[in-house]
């Protein structure tokens, strides 16, 4: 019936938790809730659950673990290492294994295990329903010498368990008998989970699908607010791809980073320390090199093409003076770069401004194409 799906090879035991729990949240939560209602203490140990086991996952198993963004104190570790547990990722040590896996392959069809390559539905979801790759785990030596991600790594269907669902159903029962019981485990133990690992898988399927990319375009990595918003500030998967040891995902000041602010915030109460940034020049040089790659496609489009059209001509000719412009600047700051010069704040908003010109003029070339005279 379905001749290109592997069954040999599907994950059953995985699948049938991640349609379960999908389908209980979607029916059987709202038929519960409009019957009974929430109390409101188990409403707000929701809100704690989804922010408790999200960012355990943002900021200990992916800035933490898979790419030592900065360093924890035991507490911090702990901590995400059991509410990471609680968000049913599997174990920190497999999932850091994986995301190195992706950003070292990212867009390869065999070797990047949720490629987008491979369509919207396996980036999100359909890679873990199937068991294709087997894990090597060879790329997480530093890992297997933490003795409490090891400790995790044997435990985390228990401590999940724990966490996630006996201990709010406990509560439930305390606030409110079997009806309590049984709200707190819908909603806390099935919904939140439902919840907080589509807001992850979003991260694969849709921070590789949609939003700009102003730092490097050969990758699918995208940046996006909408998604930043989502997932506790992962949604400038460009910036992340380009950087990956960056703690910031949302490098500017303004973007929308609650992980970024939390690392930040646990440095200033001596639980975090050794946050790694990369330094401007290096940011902004991604940027103009990104730019100049562009303009120059852009201005090869127009060899290729007799245009009769002058003010497509002019447009076109604005863009090689912009080019010249970003070419120089690009240079002077490679220079800089790379004898680790720094460089004045005015010349970095110099750059900025330059950058930000070329884009202005590549989109109103775009809007010509798009509505020729
Ligand atoms: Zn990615
Ligand atoms: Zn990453």
Avoid at 117 to 128: E, N
Avoid at 241 to 266: C, E, M
């Amino acid at each position: 019936m379905f001749p290109n799906i592997p069954f040999d090879r599907v994950n059953w035991f995985t699948s049938s938790f991640l349609v379960i729990t999908f389908f209980v949240t979607l029916i059987g939560v709202p038929i519960f809730l409009l019957n009974f209602g929430l109390h409101w203490i188990l409403t707000l140990l929701f809100l704690f659950y989804c922010v408790a086991t999200g960012m355990s996952i943002t900021l200990g198993y992916h800035r933490l673990f898979a790419h030592k963004a900065f360093k924890a104190s035991r507490s911090v570790k702990l901590f995400t290492l059991i509410f990471g547990a609680a968000a049913f990722e599997d174990s920190a040590l497999d999932w850091a294994s994986d995301h190195r896996q992706h950003h070292k392959h990212v867009d390869d069809e065999h070797d990047d295990p949720y490629s987008i390559t491979k369509g919207f539905f396996w980036a999100h979801i359909g890679w873990i329903f199937f068991k294709l790759y087997p894990r090597e785990l060879n790329n997480v030596g530093d890992l297997k010498k933490d003795p409490l991600v090891m400790w995790q790594h044997r435990n985390h269907h228990l401590i999940g368990i724990v966490v996630g669902q006996v201990i709010p159903t406990i509560i439930g029962a305390l606030l409110g008998g079997w009806v309590g019981a049984i709200g707190a485990f819908l909603v806390i133990g099935v919904a939140r989970v439902v919840v907080v690992q589509h807001c992850t898988f979003f991260i694969n399927s849709l921070c590789h699908t949609i939003g700009r990319r102003p730092y490097d375009s050969k990758t699918s990595a995208r940046d996006s607010w909408i998604m930043a918003l989502l997932t506790y500030g992962e949604g400038y998967h460009n910036y992340h791809h380009s950087f990956q040891h960056d703690y910031r995902n949302g490098v500017k000041p303004w973007q929308w980073d609650p992980t970024k602010w939390a690392i930040w915030t646990l440095e200033k109460l001596g639980l975090a320390s050794q946050l790694r940034r990369v330094p401007e020049e290096k940011i902004v040089l991604a940027e103009l090199r990104e730019m100049h790659r562009r303009a120059e496609a852009q201005l090869q489009r127009r060899n290729r093409f007799s245009i009769h059209c002058p003010t497509r001509e002019e447009a076109y000719t604005k863009l090689a003076d912009l080019l010249e412009n970003l070419e120089e600047g690009y240079h002077d700051l490679e220079k800089a770069v790379s004898n680790r010069v720094r460089v004045s704040k005015s010349a970095i908003l110099r750059y900025r401004a330059q950058a930000a010109a070329t884009l202005d003029q590549l989109t109103h070339i775009q809007g010509l194409q798009l509505n020729p005279a």
